[in-house]
């Protein structure tokens, strides 16, 4: 059983910052695109930013200019910095681990999430 492990969520006002990470196995990590997810209340889960395993990045519209994605591969780590909070940032963020190969998933993995607080 694949785990990726997130950790940095919590409470934050608007206009402020947070850096979420997540750890993932060694052994798929470098391989991986590793992506960020989140999903509000009442809401659909929302692709945020990916990285590839070149590292090249997209973001959602929403969150360009705002959120940084960037990894880490001697720490088998992806990170997502937060800046510029707003109270509609605030959703479960999941990190996913994902590999394609000729249009077919070889796998896709997802942690159990972190909450994100943004308060007004």
């Known amino acids: 059983q694949v785990q990726l492990v997130e950790s940095g969520g919590g409470l934050v006002q608007a206009g402020g910052s947070l850096k979420l990470s997540c750890a993932a196995p060694?052994?798929?990590?470098?391989?991986?695109?590793m992506g960020w997810y989140r999903q509000a209340p009442g809401k659909q889960r929302e692709l945020v930013a990916f990285?590839?395993?070149?590292?090249?990045?997209n973001y959602a519209e929403s969150v360009k200019g705002r959120f940084t994605i960037s990894r880490d591969n001697a720490k088998n780590t992806v990170y997502l910095q937060m800046n510029s909070l707003k109270p509609e940032d605030t959703a479960v963020y999941c990190c996913?681990?994902?590999?394609?190969?000729?249009?077919?998933?070889?796998?896709?993995?997802w942690g159990q999430g972190t909450q994100v607080t943004v308060s007004s």
């Open positions: 990285i590839t395993s070149g590292g090249s990045t």
């Open positions: 060694g052994s798929i990590f470098s391989i991986s695109t």
């Open positions: 996913n681990a994902v590999r394609t190969r000729l249009g077919i998933k070889s796998y896709d993995y």
